[in-house]
């Protein structure tokens, strides 16, 4: 187990590496920093003297030389736009961004294990058919416009939540809710197929057979087996939803993540915030990817991790 | 009995009065949105739409402007007087203080022009102030202002910089937590969510109506819109024409943006006069203005310089719309088939994709084989203001916030000009006599012969002044200002 933990850890911090580089190299061919920083009327010599402040007068490679050191130390160089260590804006971020999928995501984890599971209790059903219905519904929904719709709805004309922005608990509601809809459904899914599979399976008949519970059959054994699916999409969704659909519901909302200042760095040429930023969610998903093949092997000692 | 009745009737009397008055007094605060958050608090850095709109309020200037544009005296007890040509006097208010108590005086004002120019602060303001050289204290209420050479908007300068105190510029957290000698005081900033004033009741000009403004950042136009609907937020910005019958309640000015088109006149076939004309003749603006932005914006006067500005040429007519006379010069040039390049962004201005297709089908109607390029917009400013060929024809949005032509004339008819792109020299000249003409009338009659000349030539194809548009909730009052700037002193809340 310590080998392979160690192992994975190399893997990951070659993954952050190379996605590091990948960003490091594509904001300086791509963009100009100084012509996106500076107003129109910045003179040629003001232009010179920003992109010496910077660095960026100095050769390509050197410059990811230095970026190397810095990392070490975390040091990502000043946010272009919010002239403050680029690494202090993320930590001030990220809680916020955390908060919202953990709300999201909860919620679709602790509503779709019911779900799914009454729904597969009698496939083709009138609740197994509105629940596979419904689910669909959700996935074909783009986040921009539930969100939109969602606002309309409970905030504009019922006028119960509040539209954007962060404050009170009141205001989590709706970003999470729209979060949450595609994972809850994609999970239901999963729960009402696996399980669907498992009721089927010869064990659950002999247990029935022997006189055991349905609810126990249901609730400990057949629960246990799908437990590793779901947990194995669960991680998924996580790892997606950090990757990006945040960035969707952060902006309709205005909930100020590390999504919507990922939006707004890359609009404001900010290229020392977006490194941060990306440096961030590159190391977390690794961390998150890692804890999870620890969990599954918790959860499931036959499990061979390698 | 009587005398427990009348005590309870009185001790109802009291709480309908309290509560009465309760949300009175809470309807004095208003909530704002802004597009995105202050980078830095800092007055003296930014030039960032989402610091002014905040700072303004916190911070004055020796200058200022009326709700209409006039330029009137500000922290300055009165318009400046010249000293020689690059001396200008500065008298000042008396008995204004900073938030923090420190007094406003010759010392603040020095601090202030001191520090903006100093390039180790790397201000993005600079280029207002290119023309400051330093400022020097007489006594207590003067101040001497000078500069590189003549510079006749130096007080429209001054309307820009704004004072700030100088023992908090050293010892205190201008970026974080600013202190200005505005009509609204600085209380939070929650970092990603709001920042809140509240009135200064010390104020030298009389205590504001509105006690208190919270400015929230929200980036998309759909959930400000949302917002403003749900009663959350009592003015958005840059409300979109097509939401103006939504709205509780809406208004509009005209801006401080021009559209316009820059052509490349050396280019070969944009160097024909005839042709350049034809790209004029051939615009259907009153049509556009109409469609595109539902009359919220009008037929640019046959110059890109804003009506508001000093040295707009009110004599200039729009240019026409002929398209049969455009096809015939076009014709009569031999250019009939020829392909001209349409530079371009999307998304930095309101419509502007529109406007640049819009012009680019006009133009194709008349024979030429228009190319459009919408570019990304640091490799568009490139295009605009870069070192390599000029285009045919690039559109931009064109602004002034000193609202004098030196902008538009230097910028984009001087041959020298960041965004120019023709060789004229002789006109070139006559912008570079204006930039140093002190004498007022002078200035105004080169300004006049200018725009007349690039308005013959056809220099540019201006299309629209364009209007700012704002959406607000049923109980404001308020009438934008033509400088965009959202001064929460001008407005009041009914209820």
């Known amino acids: ?306 | 009995m009587n005398f427990m009745l009348r005590g309870l009737l009185a001790t109802s009397a009291i709480a309908v009065l309290t509560a009465a008055a309760g949300p009175a007094a809470l309807a004095q605060s208003v909530t704002v949105a802004i597009g995105s958050e202050p980078s830095t608090l800092d007055p003296q850095l930014r030039d960032d739409g989402g610091e002014r709109q905040v700072n303004d309020n916190i911070y004055e200037t020796l200058m200022a402007r009326t709700a209409t544009g006039e330029l009137v005296s500000g922290l300055a007890a009165e318009a400046p007087t010249q000293v020689d040509e690059l001396t200008w006097e500065f008298k000042l208010r008396q008995g204004v203080t900073f938030h923090n108590g420190e007094p406003f005086n010759a010392d603040a004002v020095v601090t202030s022009v001191t520090r903006v120019l100093d390039p180790a602060n790397n201000s993005e303001q600079l280029g207002y102030f290119g023309t400051i050289a330093s400022a020097e204290k007489i006594d207590d209420t003067t101040v001497r202002i000078i500069t590189t050479g003549p510079d006749p908007i130096l007080p429209s300068r001054m309307y820009w910089m704004k004072m700030i105190a100088p023992g908090y510029a050293a010892n205190g957290d201008l970026a974080a937590a600013p202190v200005g000698t505005g009509p609204y005081k600085f209380v939070s900033w929650n970092r990603g969510t709001d920042i809140v004033l509240e009135a200064n009741a010390e104020y030298w000009d009389g205590e504001p109506a509105i006690d208190s403004v919270t400015y929230r950042f929200i980036g998309e136009p759909g959930t400000r819109l949302s917002g403003l609907m749900a009663g959350e937020l009592d003015i958005i910005t840059n409300l979109l024409p097509e939401f103006t019958t939504s709205v509780p309640k809406f208004a509009a000015v005209p801006g401080l943006e021009t559209s316009v088109f820059v052509l490349g006149t050396d280019n070969p076939i944009i160097a024909i006069p005839e042709v350049r004309k034809a790209l004029n003749l051939a615009i259907d603006r009153q049509a556009m203005a109409d469609s595109l932005f539902l009359g919220f914006a009008t037929v640019a006067k046959g110059h890109h310089v804003n009506p508001a500005a000093f040295g707009f040429n009110d004599a200039l007519e729009s240019y026409a719309y002929d398209p049969d006379a455009a096809r015939a010069l076009i014709e009569a040039a031999g250019v009939a088939g020829e392909t001209i390049h349409v530079y371009g962004e999307s998304g930095r201005w309101l419509k502007d994709r529109e406007q640049i297709e819009a012009v680019a089908a006009y133009w194709g109607e008349i024979g030429l084989v228009p190319e459009v390029h919408i570019e990304e917009f640091s490799q568009y400013l490139d295009t605009l203001m870069g070192d390599g060929p000029r285009p045919d024809s690039i559109f931009i949005a064109n602004s002034n916030e000193l609202l004098d032509a030196d902008r538009e004339a230097s910028f984009i008819y001087h041959m020298d000009g960041a965004a120019a792109s023709n060789s004229d020299a002789e006109m070139a000249a006559m912008i570079d006599e204006a930039r140093i003409t002190t004498d007022v009338a002078a200035r105004e009659a080169l300004y006049a012969e200018v725009f007349q000349k690039a308005h013959d030539l056809n220099y540019t194809v201006p299309l629209f002044n364009l209007q700012d548009i704002y959406g607000m909730s049923e109980r404001m009052e308020w009438t934008p200002r033509p400088d965009a700037k959202l001064m929460i002193k001008e407005m009041s809340v009914t209820e």
């Not at chain 1, 729960?191 to 009721?199: F, T, Y």
């Not at chain 1, 669960?234 to 939803?241: C, N």
């Not at chain 1, 609009?267 to 620890?294: E, H, K, P, W, Y």
Request: proline letters at 5%.
């Open chain 1, 1 to 306: 187990m310590g080998a392979f933990i160690l192992r994975r850890m190399w893997q990951g911090l070659l993954v952050v590496l190379g996605v590091t580089l990948t960003v490091f190299v594509v904001t300086r061919l791509f963009t100009d920093p100084v012509a996106l920083m500076l107003p129109l009327s910045a003179s040629d010599g003001q232009r010179a003297a920003f992109a010496a402040q910077i660095g960026l007068d100095q050769p390509v490679p050197l410059q990811f030389l230095w970026f190397l050191g810095d990392l070490a130390t975390l040091d990502f160089g000043q946010s272009l736009w919010q002239r403050r260590p680029a690494i202090e804006v993320v930590f001030e971020r990220l809680p916020n961004t955390l908060m919202l999928i953990g709300a999201g995501l909860g919620f679709a984890m602790v509503l779709a294990l019911p779900l799914g599971m009454v729904a597969a209790l009698r496939p083709g059903g009138i609740v197994d058919r509105v629940t596979v219905s419904l689910g669909l519904l959700a996935l074909s929904m783009p986040q921009f416009w539930v969100g939109l719709l969602l606002i309309l709805i409970f905030a504009v004309q019922l006028k119960v939540l509040p539209t954007s922005g962060m404050g009170s608990p009141a205001h989590i509601i709706l970003p999470a809710l729209t979060l949450a809809l595609s994972p809850l459904a994609r999970l239901t899914m999963l729960v009402r197929s696996s399980m669907i599979d498992e009721l089927n399976q010869q064990y659950v008949k002999t247990a029935r057979s022997k006189g055991l519970g349905f609810r126990r059959i249901l609730g400990v054994h057949a629960l246990r087996n799908i437990l590793i699916s779901f947990l194995t999409l669960s991680g998924w969704e996580l790892i997606s939803t950090l990757a990006g659909y945040t960035v969707v519901v952060e902006t309709v909302f205005a909930w100020p993540g590390l999504g919507l200042t990922a939006i707004q760095a890359i609009q404001r040429g900010d290229l020392f915030l977006m490194q941060a930023i990306v440096f961030s969610i590159a190391l977390l998903i690794v961390i998150i990817n890692l804890t999870l093949d620890i969990v599954f092997k918790l959860i499931d000692p036959r499990i061979r991790l390698n």
